[in-house]
Structure formats: C-alpha cells, structure tokens
T-cell receptor
Framework: AQTVTQSQPEMSVQEAETVTLSCTYD???????LFWYKQPPSRQMILVIR??????QNATENRFSVNFQKAAKSFSLKISDSQLGDTAMYFC??????????????FGQGTILTVHP | DTGVSQNPRHKITKRGQNVTFRCDPI?????LYWYRQTLGQGPEFLTY????????KSRLLSDRFSAERPKGSFSTLEIQRTEQGDSAMYLC?????????????????FGDGTRLSIL
C-alpha cells in the first residue's frame, strides 16, 4: 500500500511572493508518478505538474516547480510570483506501477493555499 | 476536448433512498475512475473501468454501491439505501491508456463532481 502525507493544512502568501507546499510519500514500488493537483473553491480538480520517479530532473511548468527528493520520498511544490488565482486546495498524489495499479491515484489530505493581495 | 461532465452537480436526498450519478468522460478516454471526497480531505479511490470492464473496486465500495459503464462510454454510480456517512463529493475522472502497462498511464482529468447530501 502507498501513502501520501501533506503536513501543512493551511498556508498563506502575499501576492507576487514565493511559497512552498510540502509532501512526503511512501511506496515500495520503483516505478511511480507524482502529481500536484489544484482544486479551486467549488471548481474541478486541475493537474498542475507531474514528475516521473525515474527522472532526476525536477519538473517545471511556468511558475510552478517541484523539488523531488527520491531517497527522502519528498515532493514539494514551489509557486513563484503567486497570483490571486492560485488560491485553492492543493493535493499531492501518487500513482504506482505494477500490474494491478490501473493508474489509481492516492491523494494526500490537501493544503489550503490563500494568496493575499 | 469538452472535459469530463458529471450530473447532477448536487443531490439532496433522504436517508434510505437510492441515488444514481452519471459521468461522461472525455470521448477518446478509455479509462474511467470514481473517487469519493469528504469535506477537507483528499479524494479516495472507489472503482476503475477500462472500457466497459470494471477492473478494480475499493473496499470502500460496500454492497450498497454499484457502478456500470455500458459500452465503455458514460458511467453510472448508484448508491442504494443511502446512509448519513454517504454524504460526500463523488468525483469522476478519465484518462487515456493502453493495457495495464505503467508507462501507458496518462494524467487523469476530473469532472466537477456530484455533491451528495443525506438528510
């Protein structure tokens, strides 16, 4: 079984500043993907960024980047130049390989991020 | 790409009633997932379809829950004899993949969800 833990229930940041959201995970699989999803209030879940475990290079998508520490099983999300539209619940998620995983996601508890003007 | 569509958006019902939710995935996606999300928590996996075949069910899915995906297109999730603990957001997601190979996994696209409230 795999687990994902987000230890920060809430975070806040001023507009234009940088914030980092933490995530740790546990799995015995060697092949897996890690994701950060964003869920704005009353709106659908949107994929923010994806990291393949076999890649050492950290993924980057515009203002969003990750710090993937495989040995420590840590996967943090950095949001640069925060914008008001970044206000949302952020979920860290894991999907593992193996014949019966079928790509199902295991989510963390979420971190509510509020960007203040 | 019209996105994943879920109906209804909100369902209010009395305890003991049956409810059915519908999910229309992105048209070319062969994989479909159902998740349940309670307030302030992350989604939890319920069940998975590849085309019309239901390949996995979580232990969270009691005998009162049933899901179908006829002809590998839309899917329905039915809850019989609803209980207070069934109150949650039910999320549907779809993705494109082939076989069971890990590297065939593509990111899942989520719908807006159906919020179920049991009176």
């Amino acid at each position: 079984a795999q687990t994902v833990t987000q230890s920060q229930p809430e975070m806040s940041v001023q507009e234009a500043e940088t914030v980092t959201l933490s995530c740790t995970y546990d799995t015995s699989e060697n092949n897996y993907y890690l994701f950060w999803y964003k869920q704005p209030p009353s709106r659908q879940m949107i994929l923010v960024i994806r990291q393949e475990a076999y890649k050492q290079q950290n993924a980057t998508e515009n203002r969003f980047s990750v710090n993937f520490q495989k040995a420590a099983k840590s996967f943090s999300l950095k949001i640069s130049d925060s914008q008001l539209g970044d206000t949302a619940m952020y979920f860290c998620a894991l999907v593992t390989g193996g014949g019966t995983s079928y790509g199902k996601l295991t989510f963390g508890q979420g971190t509510i991020l509020t960007v203040h003007p | 790409d019209t996105g994943v569509s879920q109906n209804p958006r909100h369902k209010i019902t009395k305890r003991g009633q049956n409810v059915t939710f519908r999910c229309d995935p992105i048209s070319e996606h062969n994989r479909l997932y159902w998740y349940r999300q309670t307030l302030g928590q992350g989604p939890e996996f319920l069940t998975y379809f590849q085309n019309e075949a239901q390949l996995e069910k979580s232990r969270l899915l009691s005998d009162r829950f049933s899901a179908e995906r006829p002809k590998g297109s839309f899917s329905t999730l039915e809850i019989q004899r609803t209980e207070q603990g069934d109150s949650a957001m039910y999320l549907c997601a779809s993705s494109l993949g082939s076989g069971t190979g890990f590297y065939s996994n593509q990111p899942q696209h989520f719908g807006d969800g159906t919020r179920l409230s049991i009176l």
